[in-house]
């Protein structure tokens, strides 16, 4: 048996690859190995075998595809252009059907519909922000509690953006929309925020539309294609009356980005959809926001594997840090990824942990205090293996609070 869902990944893509191999050495799970049905090269050479019929979906199959974390880190070096990303979520598409389990049944009930619903959310929401007022967080062990604990302190009401709009600070020079997304709207508004303060004082007006739902990359890069198109299909519909779409989390940005592959009128919100440091770096380079003054010391750059790999977006972010008056130092790890990969600590502990302290170390090894991510995933993985005292902020929000001071100074 070979592939048995409409996700099966298309033959086209898989015999593009040549094997050269020449994506081997950006892959993390292949350095930390050592093995080739740890590579790009191997998995894909591994997926064509099923595709030919000459390998079943076994548990070995299962193992090697769910080791990957999903970090596109192959697809930038690769000269065949292998859409490696969009392979291997049609993968797990089939991994779901073909090799079910209770654990992935509560994974997509978790994934596909609990991220889509605003109360589920708000109760995760709540949930957490009393967990941490009374403590409980440090009950919860493993990476689940490490996550909990490096949250930042969740505001009690919430104050999600879904539904709102927020006027320019002076002359209106447009509208753009927000991209709410799930776990940001609850855990990391103080981003959102700091993104609208910024635009506002560009001049937009900022409307985050109350229809809108999670993008669907969790549950696309755990296999619930089938959630995945109902949350892009929901979503194309929640943004069709505007013409700009600005995102703050890397990893919905590129899920956006490639909405084309998932649904009609996909690829039209897709060309819309802009990550805030690209629009910020923008309206910077137009003069319609400030390079502000001052020496506010050096700031480690974190690039996100969904910024970096998938969305090839790597000066903006620094470009940002630079407006705000900072240093960006760069902390020279081929961008390989932090060990965050949504919820691959859960499946992979170890392999997230080494990876995470990998990326602490190298940030440490920086000497800067503060570090910089455009992804709430990065942002708790690095927080939960950086010591107390090295701050882990947005870029957007570096800006933001470089912004508001010299307002009001
Ligand atoms: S997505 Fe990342 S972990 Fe998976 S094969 Fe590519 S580089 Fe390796
Ligand atoms: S770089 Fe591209 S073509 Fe070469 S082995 Fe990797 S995926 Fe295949």
């Not at 109902?230 to 909405?259: K, T």
Request: neutral net charge; glycine residues 10%.
């Amino acid at each position: 048996m070979s592939w048995v869902t409409d996700f099966a990944p298309e033959r086209d893509d898989l015999d593009s690859c040549v094997t050269c191999g020449l994506c081997l050495p950006f892959c993390p799970t292949f350095r930390l190995t050592g093995d080739e049905t740890a590579s790009p090269r191997g998995r894909l050479a591994a997926i064509l075998a099923v595709a030919r019929g000459e390998q079943p979906v076994d548990e070995r199959f299962d193992e090697m595809m769910s080791f990957c974390l999903q970090c596109r880190a192959c697809e930038p070096p690769c000269p065949s252009m292998v859409p490696y990303g969009k392979i291997q979520e049609r993968v797990r598409a089939e991994l779901l059907v073909q090799r079910p389990s209770l654990r992935r049944f509560l994974r997509r009930l978790v994934l596909g519909r609990g991220l889509a619903s605003p109360t589920m959310l708000r109760t995760a929401g709540i949930g957490v922000a009393v967990a941490q007022r009374l403590g409980l967080t440090r009950l919860v062990g493993g990476p689940t509690g490490r996550s909990l604990r490096a949250l930042r302190r969740v505001s009690l009401p919430l104050r999600p953006t879904r539904g709102r709009s927020w006027e320019p600070r002076g002359t209106p020079v447009g509208t753009v929309a927000l991209f709410s997304g799930c776990v940001m709207d609850v855990w990391f508004t103080p981003v959102h925020e700091a993104l609208v303060d910024v635009l506002r004082v560009a001049g937009y007006r900022v409307v985050a539309p109350a229809s809108q739902v999670c993008c669907g990359a969790l549950a696309a890069h755990d296999g619930a294609a089938f959630d995945a198109v109902r949350m892009a299909a929901h979503n194309v519909r929640a943004f069709a009356e505007v013409d700009l779409v600005v995102v703050d989390a890397a990893g919905c940005g590129a899920h956006l980005r490639d909405y084309g592959h998932w649904v009609d009128g996909g690829a039209e919100l897709a060309a819309k959809t802009v990550d805030a440091t690209v629009l910020v770096a923008r309206l910077l380079d137009d003069g319609a926001l400030p390079e502000l003054e001052g020496d506010r010391g050096e700031v480690a750059v974190q690039d996100p594997c969904h910024l970096r790999h998938a969305q090839r977006i790597v000066e903006e972010p620094r470009r940002v840090l630079r407006a705000a008056g900072y240093v960006p130092v760069e902390i020279d790890d081929l961008g390989l990824c932090c060990g965050a990969a949504g919820i691959y600590g859960l499946s992979y502990p170890d392999t997230s942990a080494e990876l995470g302290r990998r990326k602490a170390a190298q940030v440490r090894d920086s000497g800067a205090s503060v570090v910089a991510s455009a992804n709430p995933g990065c942002e708790l993985q690095l927080r939960g293996h950086l010591d107390v005292g090295i701050e882990v902020r947005h870029p957007i929000e570096l800006y933001r609070d470089a912004l508001l001071d010299e307002l009001t100074a």
